[in-house]
């Protein structure tokens, strides 16, 4: 059985009340945060990178900068 988090019964209510903006908070509680000076990081990256389209999500403008996700929420650091 899959523990129950306040994430996950936020994407399940948004689910079933087709309300996308309590997944975009239920998101927000389970992605850690990233520096505004990493965000333009990411978007200088992204400027230079013609792969890269529409929005970026913390996933990828971590990616762009070269860091990587470390377990569930865990510790970042740089790997470059």
Avoid: F, K
């Avoid at 079933?16 to 992605?31: C, E, H, K, Q, Y």
């Avoid at 200088?44 to 860091?67: F, H, K, N």
Wanted: aromatic share 2%; charged share 15%; hydrophobic share 45%.
């Amino acid at each position: 059985m899959v523990p129950m988090t306040p994430a996950s019964v936020l994407r399940s209510v948004s689910n079933a009340a087709g309300l996308p903006s309590l997944g975009s908070v239920a998101n927000a509680l389970t992605i850690p945060p990233i520096h505004v000076e990493h965000v333009a990081d990411a978007i200088c990256v992204a400027i230079e990178d013609q792969t890269v389209r529409g929005p970026v999500s913390v996933e990828d403008m971590r990616r762009l900068i070269g860091w990587e996700m470390l377990g569930n929420g865990g510790t970042n650091h740089a790997t470059s």
